[in-house]
């Protein structure tokens, strides 16, 4: 029975109302709550976008100190590699020192022997054999000290007549001959060089004077500070290059942070905007609890846009990692305390072989094997059921496969799957007359029922999470 009184707004005395009045006030509050379920659909979708914007947002930090990490490696191997070069360099100096003294003391010695012999002259009093005349010869030759040549070899004749003469080797690379001075004559000469070059050598001095070795020490010395400077200046850009890196690399995070505090906030707000549809649903479905107990049916055309209004508001799985609207969380304070969200648990591959046994049997059915032929209504409705289930498994399997939708497949998708594999063997036993089968076949089909019925319940009713303490 329709109660045709409402309470007025001061709540005094009720005012009747007409059974269209009625419904319309109800249809208004059904088509509501219809508009905020429509918009309530979309929470989903944008609470699987915000998960890939924080598992983007964690791979960008990830990358970032990634960067930052390898250019700091680098710098550290360039700074190692420069002071292996330099610190190589300082421990050769002091065979550098060694090695200069004696290149020093060998010119030295090499001026002194040839000052010598420069003030050695041919006469003849110091070569027996030779006059005046040979002596003048050899002279206008460039020859008039030991200093002036070498040695001497015998060859051919310069004109290629007379046979084999000697040539005397001037110190500048030249030979020349002299008439007069034979094999006999030459051996006088050498002799006499020789002799001037052995008094020479004994004479050389055989160490540094002082001031060539503190000339040598200041320069090893000066070299020692350029390479000390040296690697200063390479720890120093070392340390400059660091400094660089962790400015830039600070940048980059104060840049990650600012668009991850941004689009927390658009986040957060956009959270809040369902929760508040989510309390206004609720109100509204509160205020048709109320009219429909203070008014009672309104007719059977409505009954059903009514049941299905106050239905419970389909609960979305929220993630952890997620900040509340309520509480919002700057994303530049997380630590290894609070970790990115991570993805949850794909569908396993073993759900590919039902797919794949469903599709083969939508090919060739059941009961068509060998030289049994299948009635034409089991034919067509065997494939029928085959290709539904392998195209159900498919939309069920392929998006909780992604890297960006995982998930486990739904509850009862198991059972449903044995009861069809069951049911559509049950149906080849029973096309096989052959094979005497009946009585397993009939069992099977019961068992495929039942587990239809369990996995459609738990697929409509899924099971409730132990709720936390």
């Given at each position: 029975m329709i109660n045709r009184t409402t309470p007025t707004r001061d709540g005094s005395a009720p005012l009747p109302q007409s059974p269209a009045e009625i419904r319309a006030e109800r249809r208004r509050i059904i088509e509501s709550i219809r508009a905020l379920r429509r918009l309530l659909r979309r929470r989903g979708a944008f609470e699987v976008a915000d998960r890939r914007r924080l598992n983007r947002e964690a791979g960008h930090r990830k990358r970032a100190e990634t960067t930052h990490a390898e250019t700091l490696h680098r710098i550290d191997e360039q700074l190692a590699r420069q002071e292996r070069s330099v610190k190589h360099d300082l421990s050769s100096l002091d065979g550098k020192r060694e090695q200069q003294e004696a290149q020093a003391l060998a010119v030295l010695r090499r001026e002194f022997i040839e000052r010598r012999l420069r003030n050695t002259p041919l006469t003849v009093s110091e070569l027996n054999g030779l006059g005046t005349g040979l002596i003048r010869d050899l002279a206008a030759q460039g020859i008039s000290t030991a200093a002036d040549f070498t040695r001497v070899s015998w060859d051919k004749a310069p004109n290629g007549k007379g046979g084999n003469v000697v040539y005397i080797h001037r110190a500048d690379g030249h030979r020349v001959h002299v008439n007069g001075i034979g094999?006999?004559?030459?051996?006088?000469?050498?002799?006499?060089?020789?002799?001037?070059?052995?008094?020479?050598?004994?004479?050389?001095?055989?160490?540094?004077?002082?001031?060539e070795r503190h000339r040598i020490s200041e320069i090893i010395e000066a070299e020692h500070a350029r390479l000390r400077e040296e690697l200063t200046k390479t720890a120093r850009a070392a340390e400059t290059a660091r400094a660089e890196a962790g400015k830039l690399h600070a940048e980059t995070l104060e840049r990650l942070a600012t668009t991850e505090r941004d689009a927390a906030r658009l986040a957060a707000e956009r959270r809040a905007e369902f929760d508040a549809m989510a309390e206004q649903l609720l109100a509204l479905q509160s205020e048709l609890s109320a009219h429909v107990d203070r008014y009672g049916d309104a007719g059977l055309r409505i009954r059903r846009a009514q049941r299905r209004a106050l239905r419970p508001i389909p609960a979305v799985p929220t993630l952890s990692a997620i900040p509340s609207p309520r509480s919002p969380v700057d994303p530049t304070t997380r630590t290894d305390a609070t970790p990115a969200p991570t993805p949850r648990d794909r569908a396993g591959l073993g759900w590919l072989l039902p797919i794949l046994y469903f599709g083969f049997t939508t090919v060739v059915g059941v009961g068509e094997l060998g030289d049994n032929t299948a009635p034409v209504g089991l034919m067509i409705s065997s494939r029928l059921v085959?290709?539904?289930?392998?195209?159900?498994?498919?939309?069920?399997?392929?998006?909780?496969?992604?890297?960006?939708?995982?998930?486990?497949?739904?509850?009862?998708?198991?059972?449903?799957?044995?009861?069809?594999?069951?049911?559509?063997?049950?149906?080849?036993?029973?096309?096989?007359?052959?094979?005497?089968?009946?009585?397993?076949?009939?069992?099977?089909?019961?068992?495929?029922?039942?587990?239809?019925?369990?996995?459609?319940?738990?697929?409509?009713?899924?099971?409730?999470?132990?709720?936390?303490?």
């Open positions: 094999q006999h004559r030459s051996r006088p000469l050498m002799e006499w060089r020789q002799a001037a070059l052995a008094r020479a050598e004994a004479r050389a001095p055989r160490a540094l004077p002082p001031d085959a290709l539904a289930a392998a195209t159900e498994l498919a939309r069920l399997w392929i998006p909780r496969m992604r890297r960006h939708t995982p998930g486990p497949m739904p509850s009862g998708i198991g059972w449903q799957t044995t009861g069809v594999f069951l049911a559509l063997t049950a149906a080849g036993m029973f096309a096989d007359e052959k094979s005497g089968m009946f009585v397993a076949a009939c069992v099977l089909s019961a068992l495929a029922a039942l587990l239809l019925l369990a996995g459609t319940g738990l697929r409509i009713r899924p099971p409730q999470p132990a709720p936390s303490s």
